[in-house]
Antibody
């Protein structure tokens, strides 16, 4: 059974940093691209970033470029999202999802709240 | 690419057919997916490439369209189908973009 389990969210002040993790199981992690998608409270879905199988290609939505980085550790079956210079508008549920541009499995989500 | 979903809310009774629309701001060929999201849950992939049902998705869910106009049809609505539905394009990215969603609610 495919499972994606996010961790690392929480409350952070504007300008602060957080690192989200996504632990994968039930499939060969190193053979799949992965993505992060977020959803602000009461709002729709927004793609944030993705990374290919070996981590050599990464893409970001403009609003997070230069502030967020995405990485993976295939030996640990894990995906990461490092979020720096966080803004109030980054407050959202962050989902990791399997796939580069079609998301066939999703984690349960991890809430990030940016507030003073 | 901007995706516009309509209507914003669809009020229907179980057993009826739901017809959801997604319009793209430019030609995206068939590169459109549909997701279902229930309250407090992660989205679930229903349809990819306009009409390809994902693994385990019931046949009452069907997708159609190409170019800039797409439709998700849910035949004979079941109580479990009342949720929010999002379309998403992958033709021209980054960024990958989602529509604003259509809520299918019980009438």
């Amino acid at each position: 059974e495919v499972q994606l389990v996010e961790s690392g969210g929480g409350l952070v002040q504007p300008g602060g940093s957080l690192r989200l993790s996504c632990a994968a199981s039930g499939f060969t992690f190193s053979q799949f691209s992965m993505s992060w998608v977020r959803q602000a409270p009461g709002e729709g879905l927004e793609w944030v970033a993705n990374i290919n199988e070996d981590g050599s290609e990464k893409y970001f939505v403009d609003s997070v470029k230069g502030r967020f980085t995405v990485s993976r550790d295939n030996a640990k079956d894990s995906l990461y999202l490092q979020m720096n210079s966080l803004r109030v508008e980054d407050t959202a549920m962050y989902y990791c999802a399997r796939g580069l541009f079609i998301f066939d499995y999703w984690g349960q989500g991890n809430l990030v709240t940016v507030s003073s | 690419i901007v995706l516009t979903q309509s209507p914003a809310t669809l009020s229907l009774s179980p057993g009826e057919t739901a017809t959801l629309s997604c319009r793209a701001s430019q030609n995206i060929k068939i590169y459109l997916a549909w997701y279902q999201q229930k309250p407090g849950q992660a989205p679930r992939l229903l349809i990819s490439d306009a009409s390809r049902r994902a693994t385990g998705i019931p046949a009452r869910f069907s997708g159609s369209g190409s170019g800039s106009d797409f439709t998700l049809t849910i035949s004979s609505l079941e109580p479990d189908d009342f949720a929010v539905y999002y379309c998403q394009q992958r033709y021209n990215w980054p960024p990958l973009t989602f529509g604003g969603g259509t809520k299918v609610e019980i009438k």
